[in-house]
């Protein structure tokens, strides 16, 4: 299966509204990643006349943020986090089953972009350790059969 | 500003406001030890390792980064900061392969160096190389990056010196790593090989590739660049009497600082060449015999002298070079003048557009002889006509390229978008024959605005109501018309000009094309016109093809002109010389060396001498100018390369390259480079000016100079335009002494201009230019193992709509066909260029591009120029 297509004029029309200065490329590379859902790489050039950078330093930036990725996601984006909190709370575990869950090792996406599975430093909610997320979701408190339920909530939209 | 008072360990300093605290321990002498610390980048405070302690609150910092304080108390090198220094220098050690036995940085490398002082030699650590791929692809560079201590020098040298954006910090952490766009290999980028990140690297990350050695040169010399007319500061690293290594000087104020380009830096290897000449040749029955030098000289002499008697002194000519020094071309000259009174003398600069200096130089007076490049870093609006410095002359480009990134307007006049349109504010792609209507109408458009300098114009210029009056004739709406130019971008670049003093850049589209001289004085009272003359944010910068092309021309080594720059037609100027000599100079111009060969078809020219240049390669019409070579009775050639006009010489005298002697270039600044010897001739070779010495002796000169001194002091005693050489110590350099004028600039007059019909049978105009790894004619260029190994094949460029009308695409063999002559090029299809025009690059294919002009004298009437010409395009058979 494919990507979602890309709609580039959509994204053309994204890179216009930012046309100008160089400090407008945070926000320009957000709007791109939160419409598209990602960066296509064949528009790093398109973005940095648009700002008046070196293609090569915008793709700097792109790569320095966890939060913009180069590649296309799954439509739900599962975070588990690995934080101190949560790792003594077992989410090692949590990994493990998401892995197994999802047939996804670290850092994948599905091969019908259902699904990508990343882990993350710290998730900032501690006090539900351990934690995870669903695109702009949180899960905390979790256990083995809770993480099951909630992968298979999501499976099961699909499924409809 | 007040200075401001602090201590560095304990020592009371006063440094000015606004420096860093780096700055300010080295200039008074404390040494703080850096790895990403360069006087030319902007401060980045990547390394660490210049850290400081302030005594009173106990705070560490980085000093590269923290601006002096007054009442600071700052330790360099207590326990504590050393302590944080080592553990920093130890986790760069642990992360750095250990493969300094064989790595080529050798003893330069800064990490070890720095490691070494320190008394770090086992990190204690465990160690976490980062290795990743060695990557070599192409010839120049070699990345590997497993020895990268993320410094960032080469990316901050890459954004901020040399402006090209080809690398930039990748990824995070511990993947970080300087990458290209898509993390390509270098030759997929838009880095162009200048190999200032090469130079810059304190770590052996980035090496040059070098073929025949690998290590720490010997030693390294200063010296100057052999190649285009910028001239830049070098050093040359030596081992075993050879060339091995270029790096840029850094010197402060010299023309490059830490720049150079891939000529520059990659491009000497012709010096190391099996073509070299090694020994002197005389013409036996057929082939070239291998001769004593007091053999060859002999027979120079006892020929030449006997042509002198049999046919007079006009029948012998001489050709010297545009890449020689001052002091060989002073020689010269004085041989052909004194020795054989005749004028016919030329260098190869003539036909790389002095007729268009020139015209600068007599309607100026001599005024706009200095054009420091540093100066564009103050140019109010920058106007770039006829040239693509990118290719032709690179480090210019930088300047230009910088100044465009903090913000001066760059308007680009040129039928190609070239890489400099992404830094323009406005391209105006005209086509070549209409810059003369364009400028005017520039400036019609300008005085409509009332936006001319009234001032300077009153104070310093005659004419200007019939310049104002004539310029009414010209009208911007009828150049749209004819050009395909849109009114608003017109009216746009007169916005931008308008009240500023103007930069312009004027490259070998203006001077070598048919009309170059009329569209210099369009240019010059354009100039006067804005006032841009005689200051610093305003001026006239010519580009020059070769390194000593302004020199030659100063030496009198040209038809119509005595050292100085004195016409031959200024009596007392003449006369001066006269005495000087003791000689009796004719008034009248000598022949070109268009006139030369044109009369040694006619049999009237006996014999040429030919100083570092291969006009076999260089000139137009190739087979033409072997025809007329091969009719001479003595064709006497000094060289330093087995060329291709060496092979029909009947005497063949091996010369020594800029290295391999002392002297001196002016570039296209006035910047007079003095140098010295860095290295011996190879095998029999002498420097040229000795070979000239010699020979004058043989001839009949009673005195001979031996030594470069005594030709420079007489070059000193009585050309006052060089007297700033006498305080000039061999390695530095001096400019060009100002002439004293009070002469008014005049505006010239201008001209009606009227197109030839369009020849149906040449539908399309060729353009010929340069490209960055070759100069000139490719004769060097073309033989260095570097720039061979990259394997550039020299595409015609076509655009996307002739070349779907054709049906040639990329890949495809096309023929080229002019009313002079042809060649055969695989062609490639350019978004950039304008329908109807092609591009050809020069020095490919023995420089066959040339075989499309005629061979004519620049700036005449019946000449067509060197710079277009109309072809025919024919796709071939059997192509893809």
Redesign the interface.
Known sequence: MKPKEIDWNQLSSIIENHKGEQWGLIPLLQEIQETIGYIPPESIEKISNAVNLFPAQVQGVITFYAGFSLTPKGKYVVRICRGTACHVKGSRSILRLTKKELGLEKGETSPDYQFTLETVACLGACFLAPAMMVNRTYYGKLSPPKVSSVLAQFKKQEGQ | MDEISMAINGIRVSCPPGITILEAAEQNGIKIPKLCYHPDLKPFGACRLCLIEEEKNGRVMASCVTPVAAKMEVLTDSPRVIRHRKNIVRLMMAEHPESCVVCSKGNRCQLRGIAAEMGLGETGLYPIPNYKSIEQANPFIVRDLSKCILCGKCIRAD?ELVVA????????GFKSRP????DLPLEG?NCTFCGTCVSICPTGALSPKTTGYVGTPEKETLTSCGFCGVGCSILMGVADDRAVEINPSGLNGSVNGATLCVRGHFAHDFLNSKERLTQPMIRGESDLKTVSWDEALDRVASRLLAIKKDYGPQSIGFFGSSKCTNEENYLFQKMARVLFGTNNLDNGGSMAGRPALQIIDEKTDGRSRINPLANLEKAEVICVLGADPCQSAPVLSYYLKRAAKRGVPLIGIDPRKTDLF?FSTLWLAISPDKDYELINCLAAMVWKKFAHDSNFIERFTEEFNLYTEALSSFNPERLCLASGLDMKSLAYAADLVKGKKISFVVGHGITQQKHGARSMEAILNLSLMTGSLGCESGGLYVITKENNQVGAWDMGTVPDALPGRIPLGDGSGRGEWERAWDVKISPDQGLNVVRMLEEAEKGNLKALYIMGENPLRSLPQHERVEAALKHLDLLVVQDILDTETTRIADVVLPGAAFSEKGGSFTNMEGRIVCFTQVVPPPRDGKPDWEILDLLGLKMGYPKAYRSLERIRAEMVRLIPMYAGLQETPGDAWTWIRRTETEKTLRFSPLQTTDQGPMDDDYPLTAILGSQRFHLGGGTRTGISKRIKDFGLKGEVSLSSKDGARLHVKSGDTVHIQSREGALIREARIDEDLNEGQIFVPTAFHKNDAMNLVGLSVLGSESSQGLKTCQVRVEKLEGSK
């Not at chain 2, 954006?165 to 995070?172: H, M, Q, T, V, W």
Request: no cysteine.
């Open positions: 954004h954006g080809a690398i930039d910090y990748n990824l995070r990458a290209t766009l898509y980028s992404p």
